[in-house]
């Protein structure tokens, strides 16, 4: 039981690219959200799905992108990176809701 | 002012000691508290939520709610140079059927041996 993996680890792009985390989690969880995470500021909602097919926009949506095609995954789009978007980014699951969260073990991204 | 208020340390405490972590609140609208745990590099880890004022106890961890001041603590018995990590406390509001989390900043703690 693998818990929720993300890939890449660590990224950095350049201002103008594009690129996708990827976010999975085998335990059967309904429920995924993804935050972002910047010095001195607590976790940021960014995206959250509640089910396969169900995504809804979360504090700090813009210049990000979600799908939810199956249970498993949830894969985050940036589009056009920006210096801003040089962050932590967690993926998180939970079988019933935003209190019992397990999160996945971040990928830091940097945008030069 | 924002809506969660928590102390980012560092606090540095001897092994064995009794340590209090804390955060306040503004917004009455807030229904489930949480403390993560968070080593460095790593993922937040749930340790312990709550949903009523009072106190609830996990092993070496108390979560203590007191709705009334806008108040939580996590105390910490025993401590332990493992214990060493940043505690966030987080808190849940219900709005039209979204539930929002909304995180403190967090605490940085060090046990020392």
């Known amino acids: 039981n693998a818990g929720v993996t993300q890939t890449p680890k660590f990224r950095i792009l350049k201002i103008g690219q594009s690129m996708t985390l990827q976010c999975t989690q085998d335990?059967?969880?309904?429920?995924m959200y993804w935050y972002r995470q910047d010095p001195g500021m607590g976790l940021k909602l960014i995206y959250y799905s509640v089910g396969a097919g169900i995504t809804d926009k979360g504090e700090v949506p813009n210049g990000y992108n979600v799908s939810r095609s199956t249970t498993e995954d949830f894969p985050l789009r940036l589009e056009l990176a920006a210096p801003s978007q040089t962050s932590v980014y967690f993926c998180?699951?939970?079988?019933?809701?935003?209190?019992?969260?397990?999160f996945g073990p971040g990928t830091r991204l940097t945008v030069l | 002012q924002k809506e969660v208020e928590q102390d980012p340390g560092p606090l540095s405490v001897p092994e064995g000691a009794i340590v209090s972590l804390n955060c306040t609140y503004s917004?009455?609208?807030?229904?489930?508290f949480m403390w993560y745990r968070q080593y460095s590099r790593k993922g937040p880890e749930l340790l312990m939520y709550t949903y009523s004022s009072g106190n609830k106890e996990d092993g070496r961890f108390t979560a203590q709610v007191d709705k009334s001041s806008k108040y939580i603590s996590l105390f910490i018995r025993d401590s332990q140079p493992s214990d060493s990590a940043t505690y966030l406390c987080?808190?849940?509001?219900?709005?039209?059927?979204?539930?929002?989390?909304?995180f403190g900043t967090g605490t940085k703690l060090q046990v020392i041996p």
């Open positions: 987080a808190m849940i509001s219900s709005t039209g059927g979204y539930q929002k989390v909304t």
């Open positions: 335990m059967n969880h309904n429920y």
């Open positions: 998180a699951s939970s079988p019933q809701g935003a209190d019992t969260q397990y």
């Open positions: 917004n009455s609208a807030f229904q489930y």
